[in-house]
């Protein structure tokens, strides 16, 4: 598989595979430093977990992926993607659901909160039908389960984030069926939503980060449909209170995902002939995080453990997979969608990889020791925190300013070590 053009610098509708993740990606760091500041202020507020985790997840993630649906089926299939009006009406739209909502939610506004879930799950189902449309009209088949992969998540989340509003407005009163259902919303979002979009995306953008080739897709094909199924299976089985088949649902998904794990062994086993970035090393682990999240739901779905099944969820899924993948793709991201100057694109992918190797271990140990403190009586839940978020911190400040980082002296020297000819290779290319 050759490599995949991410962006181009024209912003025109009629030019393929335009940057149309731009203004997606601008408004989703705003969101995630929002979640980022929030997070500190917990305690001084007095607020509960739910506000960061939705500024991120709600926010920020899910901005990104509606942004990186559009860009990967126009750019993966060849299809005109649609005009930067329409797009940035979506987006505008997507920014008053999150606000009602996350506003509703905190100042007691079932009015708000309702009409946030609305709009957000109407513009949902609108990007879905557009990226549909894209794919319907494609005239490359090639990457055509990106798009299977795409739609699925679309249809999750729609079911995910009606639920998340029911629970919120108090339609289910008794205890047990609350925390079934939370753990639905939980499920349908994070592993729906999220994990399919970001297992699609994943098998092209991981081998382009990394710089090798892509191993053969088609094994892939029964992977969309077997982690579909399987939340399906799962839903039916959490809204019924029958943990068995909740957990045969998430073990049907486990195996869709175990075959993307495969294909993921394949790409890390190809020599390449460049340094791992710090992008790859945040969406490995993100993918790891996700497999032990699904791993410990199998098993705590059976048992009923909810409470267990939501620190996993949290820990493991929010910030251990969807916030780390999207840490990871804008270190790649953010620099490639840029206007592609070969020397200027070299220079902010190395900006992003300063003290990278660090902070990835920073945020996953972190993570970690939460995760023990959470699930023991050892108490390094808030050493764990403090050590994510600042590793999390670190990366988002990069974020923002890895064009100034970009012309720093330092980081054109190290930029001109990174991207040396390799011993058999003609000349340094970066990633389009
Ligand atoms: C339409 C928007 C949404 C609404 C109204 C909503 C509402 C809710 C509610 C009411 C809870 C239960 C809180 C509790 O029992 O304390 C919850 C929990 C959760 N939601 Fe959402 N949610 C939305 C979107 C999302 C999205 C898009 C994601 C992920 C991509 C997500 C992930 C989670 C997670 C991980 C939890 C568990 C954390 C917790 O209990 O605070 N939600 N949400």
Redesign the pocket.
């Known amino acids: 598989m050759g490599r995949i053009a991410i962006g181009t610098s024209q912003n025109d509708p009629r030019v393929l595979g335009r940057p149309l993740m731009s203004d997606h990606n601008l408004s989703a760091r705003l969101w995630a430093t929002a979640a980022l500041i929030s997070v500190p202020l917990a305690s001084v507020w007095n607020y509960?977990?739910?506000l960061p985790?939705?500024l991120a997840?709600?926010g920020a993630?899910?901005q990104a992926i509606v942004g990186g649906q559009l860009m990967f089926s126009a750019t993966l299939g060849l299809s005109r993607g649609p005009s930067r009006n329409l797009v940035l009406v979506q987006l505008l739209l997507l920014n008053v659901?999150?606000l009602l909502?996350v506003g509703?939610?905190q100042w007691h506004s079932d009015a708000a909160?309702a009409a946030?879930?609305v709009i957000?799950?109407v513009v949902i189902g609108w990007v879905t039908f557009l990226v549909h449309r894209l794919w319907s009209r494609s005239v490359n088949r090639r990457f055509a389960m990106t798009g299977v992969f795409y739609r699925l998540a679309g249809v999750s989340?729609i079911l995910?984030?009606?639920i998340?509003?029911a629970?919120?407005l108090g339609a289910f009163n008794d205890a047990a069926s609350?925390l079934e259902h939370?753990s639905l919303?939980?499920t349908l979002?994070?592993l729906g939503?999220?994990g399919l979009t970001v297992v699609g995306t994943a098998i092209t953008l991981l081998p382009t980060i990394l710089h090798v080739r892509a191993p053969k897709i088609q094994q892939l094909r029964p992977a969309p449909w077997l982690m579909f199924g399987g939340l399906m299976v799962f839903s039916t089985g959490a809204s019924l209170g029958l943990g068995w088949m909740a957990s045969v649902g998430l073990a049907t998904y486990a195996a869709g995902f175990a075959i993307f794990g495969f294909y993921v062994r394949k790409i890390l086993a190809v020599k390449s002939r460049r340094q791992v970035p710090t992008a790859a090393l945040h969406l490995v682990s993100a993918v790891a995080w996700l497999a032990v999240t699904v791993v410990a739901g199998i098993i705590l779905t059976a048992t009923s453990d909810h409470a267990a099944l939501?620190d996993f969820?949290?820990v493991g899924?929010?910030a251990g997979f969807?916030f780390q993948a999207l840490l990871g793709a804008w270190a790649f991201l953010l620099p490639s969608t840029r206007a592609p100057i070969p020397e200027q694109r070299r220079r902010e992918l190395v900006a992003m990889e300063l003290g990278g190797r660090l902070q990835v271990a920073a945020y996953n140990l972190g993570l970690v020791a939460a995760m023990v403190g959470l699930r023991t009586d050892i108490d390094i839940s808030l050493a764990g925190i403090i050590l994510a978020w600042t590793a999390a911190v670190s990366a988002m400040t990069k974020s923002w300013i890895f064009p100034y980082l970009g012309r720093l002296r330092g980081v054109q020297v190290r930029s001109d070590l990174w991207w040396a000819p390799p011993s058999d290779e003609g000349g340094a290319s970066p990633p389009t």
């Open positions: 509960a977990w739910w985790l939705h997840l709600l993630a899910t659901g999150a909502v509703g939610r909160l946030g879930v957000v799950t989340i995910g984030a009606t998340g509003g629970l919120a609350y939370r919303h939980m979002n994070v939503w999220v939501r969820i949290v899924g929010a969807v």
